[in-house]
């Protein structure tokens, strides 16, 4: 993977390249075709590539914590992030990999699925929902997961980061959907997107990569990468 901005480079160490620049910071990972589309046939693996999965695989293993929407989870059929040789130097001193947290107000999971039974005791999986989510469900879930309750009606997403951060988990990677990308943005919590371009005309009904509230946040582009015609763009929060 080369470098074309900003210094041109043949080799890049992503680590490197995505480290975070501090312990609080909430980042949004997407992929999207040349045309702005967020998925192909309703998912985001048909736009991905070798090479955004390297980038994907590395933004999880510096993360404290992955937070994804309910669709996103069912969609994709998430499962617990699985420790791997290469996060060993990324995460010492932490857990060998990052919990999953899923925002969800109806708490409409499927609990018997492998994020909930197979996620290890140090990565137990998390679920952020409401007070008005039905009883039995949350009791249900507390069997399988932690459950953190941030807001009434709706999932309130600047307590929910706050509650991450008193339990330690500063650095969040969210992987979208499109919506919850749209109501962090909104929410003013976004602090940086990692964004692939795939080179791919996804048409379609696809959404773009933020599907909601308009947020108008300006970005500083901080890096671009490049192979086999993908691009992996950076883009940094600029200061208020």
């Given at each position: 993977?080369?470098?074309?901005?900003?210094?041109?480079?043949?080799?890049?160490?992503?680590?490197?390249?995505?480290?975070?620049?501090?312990?609080?910071?909430?980042?949004?990972?997407?992929?999207?075709?040349?045309?702005?589309?967020?998925?192909?046939?309703?998912?985001?693996?048909?736009?991905?590539?070798?090479?955004?999965?390297?980038?994907?695989?590395?933004?999880?293993?510096?993360?404290?914590?992955?937070?994804?929407?309910?669709?996103?989870?069912?969609?994709?059929?998430?499962?617990?992030?699985?420790?791997?040789?290469?996060?060993?130097?990324?995460?010492?001193?932490?857990?060998?990999?990052?919990?999953?947290?899923?925002?969800?107000?109806?708490?409409?999971?499927?609990?018997?699925?492998?994020?909930?039974?197979?996620?290890?005791?140090?990565?137990?999986?998390?679920?952020?929902?409401?007070?008005?989510?039905?009883?039995?469900?949350?009791?249900?879930?507390?069997?399988?997961?932690?459950?953190?309750?941030?807001?009434?009606?709706?999932?309130?997403?600047?307590?929910?980061?706050?509650?991450?951060?008193?339990?330690?988990?500063?650095?969040?990677?969210?992987?979208?959907?499109?919506?919850?990308?749209?109501?962090?943005?909104?929410?003013?919590?976004?602090?940086?997107?990692?964004?692939?371009?795939?080179?791919?005309?996804?048409?379609?009904?696809?959404?773009?990569?933020?599907?909601?509230?308009a947020s108008n946040i300006r970005l500083r582009l901080s890096h671009v990468l490049e192979e086999e015609g993908f691009l992996f763009c950076k883009y940094t929060r600029e200061p208020p």
């Open positions: 993977m080369r470098r074309i901005l900003p210094t041109p480079a043949d080799d890049v160490d992503l680590a490197d390249a995505y480290a975070y620049p501090r312990g609080d910071w909430l980042r949004l990972n997407m992929v999207a075709g040349v045309d702005g589309g967020a998925w192909l046939k309703g998912l985001s693996e048909g736009l991905s590539g070798k090479g955004d999965r390297r980038v994907f695989g590395v933004l999880r293993g510096l993360a404290d914590v992955v937070v994804a929407g309910g669709a996103t989870v069912r969609t994709e059929g998430y499962g617990p992030a699985r420790p791997r040789v290469s996060w060993r130097e990324l995460r010492a001193g932490r857990p060998l990999a990052p919990p999953i947290a899923v925002i969800t107000r109806r708490l409409d999971l499927d609990l018997a699925s492998p994020l909930f039974t197979q996620a290890e005791p140090y990565a137990r999986t998390i679920v952020i929902t409401t007070e008005r989510a039905p009883k039995d469900r949350c009791d249900e879930a507390a069997k399988y997961a932690e459950v953190i309750v941030a807001g009434e009606e709706r999932v309130d997403l600047a307590l929910a980061v706050g509650l991450l951060r008193e339990r330690g988990l500063g650095r969040v990677l969210c992987e979208g959907g499109p919506r919850v990308n749209a109501q962090m943005a909104a929410a003013g919590l976004v602090d940086e997107l990692c964004l692939t371009i795939s080179p791919l005309l996804a048409g379609g009904d696809a959404a773009r990569i933020l599907n909601g509230p």
